[in-house]
């Protein structure tokens, strides 16, 4: 525990709840000072070129240039898309890859992303790719574009920027990610805390089987999936996620809280009716109030954004030039 309590992700990763939130109005307010800036520059560019007498010309001129607020998803769909999309990196890294390392990276390489940048600025289709294509290599899983490519075909297509291919891209948004990640790469596993905690109770001969110990590792593991479609990842230390996963699912198989403390010697280490009472029924909530947007409402939120930088290449623009 102490090593955690020394390393980046506690000390920079570790949220409050009111400081996620603002983390999502500060993210929509820079994207509506960004539009300021490019609306005030438009109305003085068109003025700076109409003649006087031009009055009605300049404000028809103007009001189709002006880059509309109201073509912007919100802050709470913003939200579902991006749980979508990390749903899409769990399916994808359940189905074809077995690494709890690289998952644990990416998921949060990709939460931590989003926690300061908004899906309007960056695609989250190609941040997907970008915090796989990292996970593998600081997980020391080798994933090439090759093996890239087989994972997420849309990488092989034809890149709608005829500059650019999307492999290229994907290299790109790499970058952005480390960089607004500030290189600190390391994260700690809850997967891995979790399976220390089911050989724990192994050794106490909790389960019967062979078979009852898999099925409850496995129910174990997919709790622990479900952290990171909400903001538990910030708000708790991967040891409480694994902790949680255990009671949630001993429920399931009919084992007392208290056998679970004696048997994991938890009061020695941890306030053991504060968790319970608190932590525990805290995470419960947040797991149970997880919302995935079917795949029409993607489509809608997805165009949204699509529209919108199509719409106003002057944002995008802009955007490049801080980036």
């Known amino acids: 525990m102490s090593f955690f309590k020394e390393s980046t992700q506690a000390k920079n990763w570790i949220k409050t709840q009111s400081e996620i939130e603002d983390a999502s109005k500060h993210k929509a307010k820079m994207i509506i000072k960004r539009i300021k800036e490019i609306n005030d520059k438009i109305q003085k560019e068109i003025k700076a070129k109409a003649e006087p007498s031009d009055n009605n010309n300049v ?34 890294i359940n189905s074809n890859i077995k690494s709890l ?11 931590r992303f989003y926690l300061k940048k908004a899906v309007v600025d960056y695609d989250p289709e190609f941040m997907l790719c970008a915090a796989i294509f990292l996970g593998g290599k600081v997980a020391q899983y080798n994933i090439n574009f090759y093996k890239m490519g087989e994972l997420i075909p849309f990488l092989n297509e034809q890149s709608s920027n005829p500059n650019k291919s999307n492999l290229s891209t994907l290299l790109e948004y790499e970058f952005y990610l480390c960089v607004i990640l500030n290189y600190e790469l390391y994260v700690f596993c809850p997967y891995k805390a979790m399976l220390g905690f089911v050989y724990e109770l192994d050794k106490k001969k909790f389960f019967s089987s062979c078979q ?13 999936d479900k952290t990171f479609l909400c903001d538990l990842l910030f708000l708790y230390n991967y040891s409480y996620l694994a902790l949680a996963s255990i009671f949630i699912v001993g429920s399931e ?4 809280n208290d056998k679970l403390v004696e048997a994991l010697e938890l009061s020695s280490m941890i306030d053991v009716n504060k968790f319970i009472n608190e932590t525990l029924v805290d995470i419960k909530t947040k797991l149970n ?12 939120h997805t165009k949204r954004v699509i529209l919108f930088n199509k719409r106003y290449p002057r944002y995008n623009a802009k955007l490049e030039e801080e980036r």
């Open 289 to 300: 109030s997880i919302k995935i947007i079917e795949q029409n409402e993607f489509v809608e």
């Open 59 to 92: 404000k028809n001129e103007i009001e189709k240039e002006l880059i509309k607020y109201n073509k912007l998803i919100t802050p709470d769909k913003e939200n579902l898309l991006i749980i979508y999309f990390t749903n899409q990196i769990l399916k994808i």
């Open 253 to 256: 198989f009919a084992f007392e």
């Open 212 to 224: 009852i110990k898999e099925d409850f590792q496995k129910k174990c593991e997919e709790v622990i």
């Open 101 to 111: 390392s690289l998952k644990t990276y990416a998921l949060t390489y990709f939460r």
